[in-house]
């Protein structure tokens, strides 16, 4: 089992994938409302998630979910707001995000 992270671009439905599984913490907890990923690592998640928004036409719908897991909540946000939650290591475990220009 493990973390799967997918970017899809809207303009073309195009899917991204992203390894998130390997900047898991040891202490992350698959129960916890959010994923615990190493801090030293948030800056790279970030800047990869940004240059993915400014290169696309619309922006994208991002989800990390453990295997197996559903969607239990879904989010529209601004780019800032999103890339806020991946600083502060708070992506949610079961939510859909949703990004637009």
């Known amino acids: 089992m493990s973390l799967i992270t997918k970017i899809k671009l809207i303009e073309n439905k195009k899917d991204i994938e992203l390894n998130l599984h390997d900047l898991l913490s040891d202490d992350a907890d698959w129960n916890a409302d959010y994923w615990l990923f190493e801090e030293h ?47 502060d290591n708070k992506i949610g475990t079961k939510t859909e995000y949703k990004i637009t220009k």
């Not at 619309?58 to 946000?77: H, M, P, Y």
């Open 41 to 87: 690592k948030l800056g790279d998640i970030s800047d990869r998630i940004k240059m993915i928004y400014d290169d696309s036409l619309k922006g994208f719908i991002f989800t990390s979910l453990w295997a197996g897991d559903c969607i239990e909540k879904r989010l529209k946000v601004s780019i800032d707001t999103f890339l806020k939650l991946i600083r």
